[in-house]
């Protein structure tokens, strides 16, 4: 059950406003807040005031074991769930109207693919855009810190018939349940993806896999703040 160590690198990048290299076991990910005036169109006439954030996420051709073709035609769906995933999770963390007239992008690229990619780009893209928010109080342009609480995400699932938390890829391709988690500091879950691979699982093996994946959320977020500070 044990999960993979977990390293964030703060302040990865010079220009971003917020930028973290993740490191979850060997799967590794740029996360990055980027901080622009203006909002989507679908949003300017909007009362009151907010601001937006959304997400892009994007594999480099030799981040997995065999090479990724880049996407020149538009997302695939496999992306464009991602990207859905990561703007939902960090949506639901912050306060719109608290940064009106900006839009903040994530963007989270991962250069090494060893399983648990999604969660460790949700994990790391919080920390970045908490110091993009940090930035913006810097420089006067936010009244009030639109951060509410912290949110990180984990994978977990049934192998070989034990729970296993924060599976590599090996583990995630022969696994017989494979869930990911995004929860709340609070507790609260904003995403619940399950999946039966091999045997349907039941209410009991469910209960296991949440209990452990809420246990390993509670240790990244503790890590989260721990980054923060310094330590």
């Known amino acids: 059950m ?19 290299l993740i490191e979850t076991g060997n799967t590794k990910v740029i996360c990055t807040a980027t901080v622009e005036k203006g909002v989507p169109s679908f949003l300017r006439d909007a009362e009151p005031k ?19 073709r880049r996407e020149h035609k538009g997302i695939k769906g496999r992306t464009a769930e991602i990207q859905r995933l990561i703007g939902r999770s ?14 903040i992008t994530i963007d989270c690229d991962v250069i090494q693919a060893d399983g648990g990619t999604r969660t460790a780009s949700v994990t790391g893209a919080c920390v970045a855009l908490y110091d993009a928010f940090c930035k913006m109080k810097e420089s006067n342009q936010l009244e009030n810190d639109p951060f509410k609480e912290w949110v990180a ?15 590599c890829y090996e583990e995630d ?11 709340t500091e ?4 904003i995403e619940i993806q399950g999946t039966a691979e ?8 469910l209960a296991i896999m949440l209990k452990e994946a ?10 989260q703040k721990k980054v923060i500070e310094g330590k």
């Open 90 to 103: 960090l949506r639901a963390v912050v306060d719109l109207n608290k940064f009106p007239g900006y839009q």
């Open 153 to 167: 995400a984990i994978s977990v699932g049934i192998v070989n018939g034990k729970p296993v938390v924060d599976l």
């Open 173 to 183: 391709s022969n696994a017989d349940v494979d869930m990911n988690v995004v929860m």
């Open 2 to 20: 044990k999960k993979r160590k977990t390293k964030i690198t703060r302040n990865y990048l010079m220009h971003p406003a917020g930028s973290v």
């Open 50 to 68: 907010q601001g937006w954030l959304t997400a892009e996420y994007s594999m480099l051709p030799g981040a997995p074991n065999s090479r990724f």
């Open 214 to 223: 809420k246990k390993g959320i509670k240790e990244l977020i503790k890590y």
């Open 198 to 205: 091999a045997e349907p699982f039941d209410d009991k093996e």
């Open 186 to 189: 609070s507790g609260k879950f």
